[in-house]
Structures are given as structure tokens and as C-alpha cells.
């Protein structure tokens, strides 16, 4: 298997001069939701597919519940939950609580997959979180708060309008 390395995941440096722009944070952005990509892909998993998985870890076990928390498509959701259900790494049962809802479950092998992969990458990004002082952790979590406050503020104003 290739070794991945920051080549492979076509790391662009952000120019200087566009420090303060709105395009480089959208760059920002994009590129994050790029290493998540490669990451799904490394693990023979599309995006919703790992989403999925995920969710499932942090104790989501329907896809209503998934689909909200990952402002998901029912239809895509439900493709998802599919294939990975045919990789056997997923069951479907049926809710004691609803029986119109399906509890959604780790196999033994999903179980295994997961601890190998969705663990383990949770592991890594703790480990990057580590190496952030308590000033830049907070700042990034203030700063990100804000950003969508603010952008909540004028979306709803803007929907509000009449667009």
C-alpha cells in the first residue's frame, strides 16, 4: 500500500498577502474537508460512508438521528447505511422503542474496522489537539464560535427578506 504523506494529499501552502481573506478561509475549509476525504478513501469508504460510522461511534444508532446530526440526506443516509451493511460492517434491527425505526449496529468485523480506523483517527486528532496551547485551543473555539453566530444572524435576516 502507497504511504500517505503530505504530497499525496496535495498540500497548498495559503498565500501571505491572502491572510485575511474570505477566500483563504474558504480554502481553509475546503482543504480540511479534503483530509477527510482522503481519509474515507484510505479506508475504502466514501464520506458519508465514514460520516455514518462516525455518528455511530459517538452513539447515533438511527438514521434519523444520523441524518440530523450530519445534516445528511434521508436518500443519501440511506445509500450509505446500504453499502455498508453489503461490507458487512453494519446491521440493521429493528427499535424496541418505534417500530417503524431501525436500530442501526456494528457487526464483530465493523467493530474491528472501527477500532482500527474511526478509533484510531479520533486518537490522532487528540493528539493534534494536544499540541495546541490552551490559549490557541480556546481561540479556535471562540473564533469558530463567533464566525457562526454571526453567519446564523445573517442567514436567518437574509431568509427573512424574501430571498
Known amino acids: 500500500m502507497k504511504e500517505k504523506t503530505s504530497e499525496n494529499i496535495n498540500e497548498k501552502p495559503i498565500a501571505a498577502s491572502r491572510n485575511n481573506s474570505l477566500e483563504t478561509y474558504y480554502a481553509i475549509s475546503k482543504e480540511y474537508d479534503k483530509l477527510w476525504v482522503t481519509f474515507a478513501k484510505s479506508c475504502g469508504l466514501s464520506p458519508a460512508e465514514c460520516g455514518v460510522l462516525f455518528s455511530l461511534r459517538e452513539g447515533l444508532n438511527t438514521q434519523s438521528e444520523i441524518c440530523e446530526e450530519l445534516s445528511m440526506a434521508k436518500q443519501t443516509a440511506n445509500s450509505a447505511i446500504k453499502k455498508l451493511t453489503d461490507k458487512g460492517l453494519i446491521l440493521l434491527e429493528a427499535s424496541k422503542d418505534d417500530m417503524r425505526a431501525k436500530r442501526i449496529t456494528f ?14 483517527i479520533n486518537a490522532v486528532e487528540e493528539g493534534i489537539w494536544a499540541k495546541m496551547t490552551a490559549e490557541e485551543k480556546e481561540s ?9 453566530r454571526l453567519f446564523k444572524q445573517a442567514l436567518e435576516e437574509f431568509l427573512n427578506n424574501g430571498h
Not at 457487526?107 to 478509533?119: K, M, Y
Not at 479556535?140 to 457562526?148: A, D, G, T, V
Open 107 to 120: 457487526t464483530q468485523a465493523g467493530e474491528a474496522f472501527a477500532v482500527r480506523n474511526i478509533d484510531a
Open 140 to 148: 479556535l473555539i471562540r473564533i469558530s464560535q463567533k464566525y457562526n
